[in-house]
């Protein structure tokens, strides 16, 4: 699952990357054939040339950092330089009868989806700065003077956009966070914050899935609670509860991040182990077994202190079944015979078969 979602994350970012690139490339060639087409422009070819030329390197170096993911750290600096090479373009090109001013939305747009907020508002600040200063240097150019209200107001719509940006980019952050919440809970147990049944059901074909193309094992641990029912109906469910949190604690405790621990309903717990032989993964299960062990829980309002102890059955996919559903109900068997047999034990499935 963590491979599949690196992969989406990577395809995700070279998506964004093509887009930033073509995105360079097509407004240089806007500009170019703005430059060219224009006719009530002054046209100063030599300037506008060197200018270009500057400008294609510079597109040219940023598409191989991107394209080779070497950009992330300094990733603003790319458009402070932007919005500074359309600044000299705008100026070329008529100031604030350049219609390459609307280039500066993208600009602003851009860095509002990929930057953080704090970003976005200076790159907007910096990009209505630098527009109000390439209209004021070609002033000299227009007929009549600057029209300082056309100026104020394309500063306004500047700001606006960059303000309506960011709260859209704010609202989508929201929007995330709120949906990455739901979909945690929608698959984890409220209780002890392990997965539940129905995301390990999920999960399971996926893990068959990644065995058969590693030819690596899955094993699968079902622990079960000895006496909990007494134990529920002597203290009371809130001390259960309890008991079913210290025991998902002592889980985590004993487990790789890579290994996925579920409550399996009621009193019963499943991990799954991957890449682990047979030996190692039941050792896995006698650890936890014996951490719970030396455990003396606190009952009641008194001192009163209980020992508790699970039973475990182990089960390897494909070792013990061609089936992952029924390797499953293999570890199941082994853990009924580890209650039949006395309890507080771990039994793998080969010992009974």
């Not at 600096?77 to 373009?89: E, G, H, K, N, P």
């Not at 985590?252 to 190692?280: M, S, W, Y």
Request: aromatic letters at 12%; glycine letters at 6%; proline letters at 1%.
């Amino acid at each position: 699952m963590n491979k599949k979602k690196a992969e989406a994350k990577n395809n995700k970012t070279l998506n964004t990357t093509y887009l930033d690139v073509l995105f360079r490339w097509f407004a240089l060639a806007i500009i170019t054939a703005d430059f060219i087409l224009g006719k009530e422009k002054t046209k100063d070819t030599t300037t506008f040339t060197i200018c270009m030329i500057a400008a294609v390197i510079y597109a040219i170096i940023v598409t191989r950092l991107k394209l080779n993911r070497n950009y992330k750290r300094n990733s603003n600096v790319y458009f402070y330089t932007d919005t500074i090479m359309l600044s000299v373009f705008v100026v070329l090109l008529g100031g604030l009868n350049s219609d390459m001013y609307l280039i500066y939305f993208f600009v602003i747009g851009y860095s509002g989806v990929s930057g953080n907020n704090l970003s976005t508002v200076k790159i907007s600040i910096f990009s209505i700065f630098l527009f109000s200063i390439s209209s004021l240097v070609f002033k000299s150019s227009y007929i009549g003077g600057l029209s300082y209200w056309k100026l104020v107001l394309r500063d306004i719509f500047l700001l606006c956009a960059a303000l309506g940006i960011d709260f859209i980019h704010v609202e989508i952050k929201k929007y995330d966070e709120m949906h990455k919440r739901e979909f945690k809970l929608a698959r984890t147990d409220k209780l002890t914050g392990l997965a539940n049944r129905h995301y390990f059901d999920q999960k399971l074909q996926e893990e068959a899935l990644y065995s058969d193309a590693t030819g690596l094992p899955i094993n699968i641990l079902i622990f079960d609670l000895d006496n909990f029912k007494k134990f529920n109906d002597s203290y009371g469910h809130v001390w259960g509860d309890k008991l079913l949190t210290l025991f998902s604690d002592i889980i985590k405790q004993n487990i790789r991040k890579a290994d996925i621990p579920v409550r399996f309903g009621g009193e019963e717990f499943l991990i799954l182990l991957r890449d682990l032989d047979l030996e190692t993964a039941r050792s896995v299960g006698e650890r936890i077994r014996k951490h719970l062990e030396k455990q003396r829980i606190y009952v009641g309002t008194d001192n009163n202190r209980q020992r508790v102890t699970v039973s475990c059955g182990v089960a390897q996919y494909p070792r013990h079944s061609g089936s992952i559903r029924a390797v499953v109900e293999c570890a199941d068997k082994a853990l009924y015979h580890a209650k039949e047999i006395g309890k507080n034990t771990v039994v793998g499935y080969e010992d009974i078969c």
